[in-house]
């Protein structure tokens, strides 16, 4: 079966949160003559760059550049002069556009994040003190100048300004590399999940809920579907904001006519039902769909379905909310690849069973329209915030300042350094154990 055999050879073998974190380059950079769909954008791991006309191709390096450590002869980038910046109060201070004034602008703190797309640093604006991240947009492998996921990216973090979308404030160049200046985020939320020191009360569950779905109901009201939503990709400070964070994916999609997209977006376990099923006519349904995973995932700590490939995923999706029949979801059966991959026999719906010991009647009940097989029929992020659960089921959202009690500043990157650190004292300690013995 063609698909099995190209999904399976994409995926074989992942399991368990280390292994199944896509590695973008495989989940991104989807192999398209392994899909027998091909969309009309270019999303990741395309090999298409912007020509050399590009304001910032003109500082690009073609050598791997060192560590940045420290930043100097920091230029702002022509980019960075969009409105996003220019209007900024609280933007740190680097309204200067003297060369000079940037030499050492911003110290490296820590490394935060490693994407496939370049690393992420925690830094310190010398002058104001106070801390940035700084995403490095990789380009030892653009052979022809400035990567045009990255020129997207920018360009869509431009147009958007809302309390739960992280704020780009500004590009910047330094030694050759060019990089993206955010607001810093204490923590994300597979981090923040991970940690056994905190756990969030009801009104902390529903107010990080409340926080994510009124980024999606901006996004999607500005025309833009995510395509990415999941744990490591959503941001939390310790003032317990939450915000949308890296838009490599995210594209603008026509509101009126519906058009082909790419179909291989969104990591496995956040994946609709109709994007593993060959659609590639979709709309912003596909990130509430994620949003339905990521809001049960906030009530179990866990990714609630963890499939290796897109079949199991599909296998794993039927086992707790039963399989798709025509009656929940009209035109199921025109779906591509649904003779292909259709279940074998019809499964319950377990969904209630499951998480009633997680989650209150009105929570359960937003959840279960978020995860509306029917992607007509899901619930919009605007539908979801008037939601009993919000409006009327105590207690009310309060947002989950005790953050900033936690030990240590969580985000994904962290929390794999720190599980590889503990396999390893383990590894060790056996050691020792047998040879005392
Ligand atoms: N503004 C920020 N403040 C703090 N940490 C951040 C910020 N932006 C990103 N990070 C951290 O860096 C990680 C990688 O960033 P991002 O997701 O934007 O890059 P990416 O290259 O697309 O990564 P990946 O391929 O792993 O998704 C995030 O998961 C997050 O933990
Ligand atoms: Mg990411």
Redesign the pocket.
Known sequence: MAIETANRSRNCGRRGRENW?PS?RQDRGYSRSASPYRGSDGVRGRKRSVSSASSVSSHRTRTPPPAPQPLQETRRSPISDGPAVRDNTDVPATATPSISAHRDLYSIVSQ???????K?Y?ARNTVTNVHV?L?RIRMESERDGFPVTAMREIKLLQSLRHTNI?RLYEMMVSNGSVYMV?????H?L??VLSQTQLSFSNAHLKSLCHQMLAGLAYLHHKGVIHR?IKG??I?VNNRGELKL??F?LARFYQKRRRTDYTNRVITLWYRPPELLLGATVYGPEVDMWSAGCIMLELFTKKPVFQGIDEINQLDVIYKIIGTPTPDRWTGVMNLPWYELVKPQEAIPNRFRELFRKWMSPAALDLAERLLAYDPSQRVTAAQAMQASYFTQEEPAAEPPVGLAMLEGEW???ETKREREKRKQQQHHQRRRTETAQ
Do not use: C, I, P, Q
């Open positions: 974190t973008r935060v994040g490693e994407g496939t797309f370049g992420v925690k991240a995403k992280v955010f607001e810093y985020m204490d994300d597979t981090g990415d490591s990709n941001l964070g890296d490599g985000h994904e990157y």
